[in-house]
């Protein structure tokens, strides 16, 4: 059983996220204390519940007694099952931090698997729903192919979105005697070398629930960000406004940079308050930094990448945080 201390460096969620992927790619038990112990309240949250359950029905995996709150997790998984999930967090709670946790591992799965997860799309503390396809999937499908289909936003408070995946896995765990002869089958792949620079192109997809159409938030959040680039004339930028159905009011934009076949980005959620054109303002002050600093990739791809490395080889660099 490998020991991992929740507590560790900022001490959030994204410990508990990686070590369940990675423990269902190794079939490793694990057991993790202090969960999320440097958080207001510590524990597991409703999105970080429902991930431990989803990936339990995955792969039969026995855990100990846990809830909301719980600040400590026994997990032993065993086989990954192809077929159809459901999970509905019940809340606003995120779907796209959900999905960190559990897909990486099913992309290894010996068939195809469904996923359907409801609950929040777009709320605070966590990547955007663009973010997550634009930015994040492109890594993902370096070892497969994962189908997303929004079927409805979900903002804060009342949640309820819907988003459903198609993931077809193009290697299974189930294939290799063991651990080392599918890492060195799998690093054959590529190397994961995301070059320093600025992108050839930059996509802006700016969305807002219909009862702000009248107010224009969509256009003025994607306005005051392209107002940023000015200075980067080089650049192609290409824009997406959509305004969607949702239960609850709410406005995000996602900036999305694009060198050769990588990624990166930022994101900024409208919140009340604060006016549309500080909002689109932030997301571009984000995306700058990583053209200011001339690295590889924004400081929450490279949080989120870390699992890709250990998998594939190769390096990208960051700004410093703050």
């Known amino acids: 059983m490998i020991e991992i201390d929740g507590s560790y460096g900022e001490g959030g969620g994204q410990i508990l996220r990686t070590s369940l992927s990675l423990s269902l790619i190794f079939k490793e038990e694990i057991h993790i204390k202090n969960i999320r112990k ?46 159809t999930y459901k999970e509905n967090i019940e809340s606003a709670g995120s779907i796209t931090l959900l999905l960190q946790g559990v897909l990486l591992p099913l992309l290894f799965s010996k068939d195809k698997i469904k996923l359907k997860i ?29 189908e997303i289909n929004v079927k409805r936003r979900g903002f804060y408070p009342k949640g309820n979105g819907e988003v459903e995946l198609k993931i077809y896995p193009k290697y ?61 004339p080089e650049i192609k930028i290409r824009k997406n406004i959509e305004y969607v159905d949702s239960l609850s009011t709410g406005a995000v934009i996602t900036i999305v940079g694009k060198k050769g076949e990588y990624y990166f980005g930022s994101d900024s959620l409208g919140e009340k308050g604060i006016s549309s054109e500080i909002v689109g303002k932030n997301a571009g002050e984000k995306f700058l930094k990583v053209l200011e600093n001339n690295v590889s990739v924004d400081v929450n791809l490279a949080d989120n990448l870390v699992p890709f490395l250990l998998l594939l080889n190769g390096k990208y660099s960051t700004y410093g945080f703050t």
């Open 38 to 83: 440097n958080r207001n309240p510590p524990g597991l949250k409703n999105q970080h519940l429902h991930t431990i359950l989803l990936l339990k029905k995955i792969s039969d995996a026995e855990t100990n007694e846990i809830k909301v709150g719980s600040e400590e997790l026994y997990f032993k998984p065993k086989s990954i099952k192809p077929g």
């Open 118 to 146: 409801i609950g929040g799309t777009d709320v605070k503390n966590s990547p955007s729903l663009d973010y997550f396809r634009y930015v994040l999937l492109p890594y993902y499908n370096i070892f497969g192919k994962v």
């Open 172 to 232: 299974s765990l189930e294939d290799y005697r063991d651990i080392k002869s599918f890492l060195n089958d799998i690093r054959n792949i590529k190397e994961l070398n995301i070059p320093e620079g600025n992108p050839e192109e930059i996509y802006i997809y700016s969305v807002a629930t219909k009862d702000l159409k009248e107010r224009n938030v969509a256009e003025r959040m994607i306005n005051s960000a392209i107002k940023l680039f000015k200075k980067y």
